[in-house]
């Protein structure tokens, strides 16, 4: 025996390339297009550097009170941690300790089979219908939690909040997380269902409409019992995880609401425009909600195109897997950036 | 049943106390009392803010060359992570995995054990001698793994290098973990012992002797198969930990060794006028080798005197539990602020 026989198997994985070229047009991992907020420039600028010493507050209060103030609940209904990422693998370890299995759609993110197996939580995948739909009625069956993102991902499709709202109401019994990613470039967040139900946990990031994918900052707003319960699992085994970095720059970009709703604006107006382009390039795809387009064309294989764009410096993103393999999940970037986009679309596909 | 049956049953836990008030001398945590090198201060101001936007480097390799450049090690004997308790919990997640019990010292870091109950590693405490010491015969015994902290916490105690050997020496066919969070504060790391074994794992931190607490950052340096296993658990679950600041922050701590030297110098300076003046007033204690001294007064209890402290603005850590319920954590601040200590304490002793 050796000590190379006690080490955790695991699927190698590979990161996600992330190219970082100086002429690149990078449309592969759904980032915002546009800086952050421009207090964040300024509150980085005033950090003391002498305070970085100290460990950071663990509760990351001035963080968290500005997410209660900007969502009106109290501040002990919110949950922060490193990304979203973080926040969800909490989730997972903190509530889902039934037998029965935890629901999620068979096309979703990769990341909740790896956390149900991380913490060897039974689950499975709820198929999508033939039009990538998350269908409620699925979801009405034992099970010990659901977790769906919305809009969906790779897909971009949403699902009306009366949908979700069934799926809340169908099972009383069981945590429902709602990972809303992308729901400020085009949902209604469930977030008005909670003084509703005690069993729903929404679940937002930084990375996407508030363009701090570098800072790493997610939170979740639930019920308080819910919320308490997730702290009670953090403090149990880390205590500190927001950096002081963190808390001051995230706390800046929740202030400024202006700034967030017009990069909104700005994301959804290219999106609409590249939806049109696309649809007349050839392109098939389901209504967009977020800040990507999910994308077949009718002639030419994604992984073909995939390549022929990569050779350009124009990075989008490809999946392996039935149903999906011939799409391309495209990011929405600058006018600019997708004008570009077209442009060798349109030379390579002679349209 | 309910959702809430099902949740994770955990001893609630309340953060540890993190004063913040304008005058106060806190020597609670174990922070370095001088700021991070100058350079972490430029670098602050030299982010720009609009790379914010985009997810950092996955693998941290600015910060990870730095370290290997350091530590004259390879790049891929590094791993790093969101502070040493993130290093520490990925790494009892990844090695230990087998049904014989991990071994830590029965007075220890207080998360060893948690990490062990939330991945359902099977563990014993090993108790420490009379004099808080560890003793490596008895980790000679079968087992799934070893962890201790060198200097131990909160002994202040240092483990000579010779005997850290004869523990990595007597499990080669078990994972053994040298957590060195205070190393540099005075004894030799176990780093010089890599190239022998291949079951070493040793864990560092900027939180302490690099004056970086606020910023959360660990690594772990081991052989090249071991990092491997680390980064393979660790991508195959949450591929973005480390955020831009942490790790532009980190490098120029690194690069400045003149500056980290010098800091390191002056901690160990006070800390002998204060193991001599603290002795002249009354109290006793193992040799210190961390940035802490862990004292025990020959009359009065360690509640009391913690209490009175605590009245006057001057925060140190008790802890309960046998052993060690009458000795006091004080962790070594300025110059200044030890003397205020040690004025406070000369007319509440009257000595």
Chains 1, 2 share one sequence.
Not at 9 to 23: C, F, I, L, S, W
Not at 92 to 118: G, M, N, R
Not at 191 to 219: C, E, H
Not at 270 to 293: D, Q, V, W, Y
Request: aromatic share 12%.
């Amino acid at each position: 025996m050796s000590w190379e026989d006690y080490v955790r198997r695991v699927e190698p994985y590979v990161p996600g390339e992330q190219p970082n070229k100086a002429r690149m047009i990078k449309l592969n991992t759904n980032e915002n297009p546009y800086p952050p907020a421009p207090g964040v420039a300024a509150a980085l600028k005033g950090i003391q550097d002498e305070t970085l010493r100290l460990y950071p507050d663990p509760t990351a209060k001035k963080l968290v009170d500005a997410l209660a103030e900007r969502y009106q609940v109290s501040p002990s209904q919110v949950f922060v941690g490193v990304g979203s990422d973080d926040v969800l693998a909490m989730a997972f370890l903190t509530f889902f300790q039934s037998e029965k299995p935890l629901l999620f759609p068979d096309i979703s993110y990769s990341f909740y089979k790896v956390w149900a197996e991380l913490y060897r939580i039974p689950y499975e995948c709820v198929p999508l219908d033939e039009n990538f739909r998350i269908r409620p009625e699925d979801y009405r069956r034992e099970n010990g939690g659901i977790i769906f993102p919305n809009p969906n991902a790779p897909t971009s499709l949403l699902l009306p909040l009366d949908e979700v709202e069934k799926i809340v109401a169908g099972s009383p019994d069981s945590v429902v997380i709602v990972d809303e990613a992308y729901i400020d470039f085009g949902g209604e967040s469930a977030l008005s269902l909670l003084p509703k139900y005690d069993n729903l946990l929404v679940v937002q990031t930084f990375s996407k409409s508030r363009s701090m994918a570098g800072m790493r900052i997610g939170y979740a707003i639930g019920s308080e019992k819910m919320i308490k319960a997730m702290m009670d699992v953090k403090y149990s085994f880390n205590s500190y995880t927001m950096n002081r970095t963190s808390i001051e720059l995230g706390y800046e970009a929740v202030k400024d609401e202006a700034y967030f709703q017009e990069t909104i604006a700005k994301v959804k107006a290219t999106r609409e425009r590249a939806a049109k382009r696309l649809a007349e390039l050839g392109f098939h795809f389901p209504e967009p909600s977020a800040n990507f387009i999910f994308a077949e064309h009718e002639s030419v294989p994604a992984a073909e195109l995939f390549q022929a764009l990569r050779e350009k410096d124009i990075y989008v993103r490809h999946f392996n897997g039935a149903r999906v393999e011939n799409f391309l999940r495209i990011t929405i970037g600058t006018d600019e950036e997708m004008e570009e986009l077209f442009a060798f679309l349109k030379e390579y596909l002679r349209k």
